[in-house]
């Protein structure tokens, strides 16, 4: 078993990654203060893995909520059914949420923990391959609002993260591949030797090939680990995360929650930053080409959807949370394997890429 | 101008007190950061207040958001309209929210504050008694539930407090004596100096003598920065503040929100736990008589209306935030000017208060 550590001081917590997890209940009692348990999942991996994890958990007699599963359900008003099952229930304020599912599931418990009684707190068993590397590592929580993507949440960080590889085999293909849109982009942020590995295990990757998967999870989560403890609510440095989202959340929006898979509006937002990071100069053709082909490779997006006009990206852009004072800014990669912040890109050059990037456009 | 401090580190923030200071640019303007600002406020206070307030932030074209007035709107679907007025308006993560009303406006623009785009700075200016020496300050954010108060929230300190005497002449006089509740609390849990000057001074207070009321706000927000800065979470101390709110809680949930006063509830729940601490021989009856004594001439119920049943009253009590593992812990005065924290009441014993302290029981 491999074991990473977040290091935020007093919110210090571990990573732990390996196959057969879920079964460990060393890993998971050792996280939980209070007297009551509360497993929140969905739909889709309830009937998958849930019964393991009330095993493990069964001296709490814990407490199950089950969600919807999609984007499209990560609202304040699903998150209210979580509130209401924990109060109907008598959940007390050292109540330890745990979080068994995806980043919606993960982002929405983790949500729950930091605002149910001002704050309780919760444990994160991602089991899709974009929360392990992602968005179970982190702290950032939330839900979706109508006019923008992660508008409403709060940064609380879990207990600990407990990544079991071997959830990764009931995954749809289509969802490793939104997971592998994140993998890839750790390389394009600062790890060019990530990079490279990931061209020349990409097919491994898909394969499922264990070790690679284990190894592509390991990286990336020390990677995130890294920029987290360095800036852990965001004041520069953990911006450069990111990258294509942007442009992934406007598309995302666009389009209506839970129609792209948050990694595939993450893959081709990529692709767009690549596209707009050369006509700046800041990135050869022939990178740009090695970020299309490794992408398209990973069987994801390389450009927005024709149904969403450049006029429409623009406008669902300027409600990113990295707008400041209305200037938009963006991380853009400025050479391989390595991204920046900026907030002078011209407003023609991002037009120019908003309209070049659509499919068959 | 009185101006404390509420010592909580680098989440330092003073609070100002004084008539006029509405119109007191000088206060307001260092504590704003961004270029954005909403001013946030409710459909009886803004009338009175808004124009004021709106001409000294003039210069960053402040944004509006004017909600219904009650503890009834105290929830999230209301706490919704809030980020779409700030995402329709692209309000950025360096807005800063100023909460221009009573509790519940400031307790839902905190909330807000707390979690739009995960976090933005906030500024209380309180308009009532009630929030001027309690609500306002502490950090204390959140909203109701169907299934109990506040028990969706957060804690989120904000950058300044702004208390204005001069707005308490515009108030009801059922909203002035509830903000009297809380002045006597301090008194009962800690102050006891304080409560014999109140017994002095209770007519001035009701005359709305100014003099007597800055002094009831200033010792109030003394008392409570002193116990927030010791204990900001309420992992111990900090609870005290909710002397007779446990009662009190169940009450307004109970009757429905909207139709006690908080304040109102806080004086029969601080009745009722004097009625208990008696029958625990912690307090001498001719103690419990001047508490009741003090509430009444504060024109404050002193027992939990007829309506509800003892049973409903229990019942309600145990979803307080200050259960754990299926115990409720009071807060019970101890001697008058003291209170403590305990967990080991006989079930008869406060089931004899809950029967005994009904109007007309």
Known sequence: MKTLQVDLGDRRYPIFIDAGLLNRSDLLVPCIQGSRVAVITNTTVGPLYLERVL??????????????????????????????ALLTER???????????????GDMAGFAAATYQR?????????????QVDSSVGGKTGVNHPLGKNMIGAFHQPQCVIID?????????NELSAGLAEVIKYGLIGDLEFFSWLEQ????????????????????????ARVVAADEREAGLRALLNLGHTFGHAIETGVGYGNWLHGEGVAAGMCMAADLS????????????RIQTLVRRARLPTHAPKSLSSTQLR??????????????RLVLPKGLGQSVITADVQPALLLETLEQCRESA
């Open 55 to 84: 095993q493990v958990l069964a001296p709490w007699n814990p407490i199950k909520v089950i969600l919807p599963d999609g984007e499209q359900f990560k609202t304040l008003e699903v998150l209210n059914q979580v509130f209401t």
């Open 91 to 105: 959940c007390d304020r050292k109540t330890t949420l745990v979080a068994l599912g995806g980043g919606v599931v």
């Open 119 to 131: 704050g309780v707190p919760f444990i994160q068993i991602p089991t899709t391959l974009l929360a």
């Open 165 to 173: 590889t071997d959830t990764l085999a009931s995954l749809p293909d």
């Open 201 to 224: 295990n990409m097919d491994a990757l898909l394969a499922r090939d264990p070790q690679a998967l284990a190894y592509a999870i390991e990286r990336s989560c020390a990677d995130k």
């Open 278 to 289: 050369r006509r700046l100069g800041w990135l050869k053709p022939e990178d740009v080409t």
């Open 315 to 328: 406008e669902l852009m300027s409600v990113d949370k990295k707008v400041e004072a209305g200037k938009l």
